[in-house]
C-alpha cells in the first residue's frame, strides 16, 4: 500500500505545475487523499484534501483560487494544480490518505516520499 508523489520542479514565479499523487496496492476511490508540504524550517501544512465524494474538498487559505484539487478514480490518481506560484510556495509536497476514511478529517495517515517544488526566479 503506497502513494507516491510526484511532477515537483523548479519553476518561475508566477508558473504553474501539475502535482500527482498514485496509489499502488490498494484503490483508492473510497479515500479521502490530502496534500501537505514542508518548507525548510517551517511544520509541515497541509494544503488541500479531496475526499471520495468530490464536493468534500478543503483548501488552505494560502492556496485558495490558485490550487485545484481532483481525482481520477480511473488511473488510480488525484491531482493538484498548482498556477501563479509564489515562492512562498517552495516546499517538499506530499500526498497521504486522511484518517476520516473517506472524509477530509485533516488528520493524516503514513507518509512516502515527497516531491520537491521551488518557485524562484
Known amino acids: 500500500v503506497q502513494l507516491q508523489a510526484s511532477g515537483g520542479g523548479l519553476v518561475q514565479p508566477g508558473g504553474s505545475l501539475r502535482l500527482s499523487c498514485t496509489a499502488s496496492?490498494?484503490?483508492?476511490?473510497?479515500?479521502?487523499i490530502a496534500w501537505f508540504r514542508q518548507a525548510p524550517g517551517k511544520e509541515r501544512e497541509e494544503v488541500s484534501c479531496?475526499?471520495?465524494?468530490?464536493?468534500?474538498?478543503y483548501y488552505a487559505d494560502s492556496v485558495k483560487g490558485r490550487f485545484t484539487i481532483a481525482r481520477d478514480d480511473a488511473k488510480n490518481t488525484v491531482y493538484l494544480q498548482m498556477n501563479n506560484l509564489k515562492p512562498e510556495d517552495t516546499a517538499v509536497y506530499y500526498c497521504?490518505?486522511?484518517?476520516?476514511?473517506?472524509?477530509?478529517?485533516?488528520?493524516?495517515?503514513?507518509w512516502g516520499q515527497g516531491t520537491l517544488v521551488t518557485v524562484s526566479s
Open positions: 497521504t490518505t486522511d484518517k476520516g476514511g473517506s472524509w477530509c478529517t485533516h488528520r493524516p495517515n503514513t
Open positions: 496496492g490498494f484503490h483508492l476511490d473510497y479515500y479521502a
Open positions: 479531496i475526499g471520495s465524494s468530490v464536493i468534500n474538498t
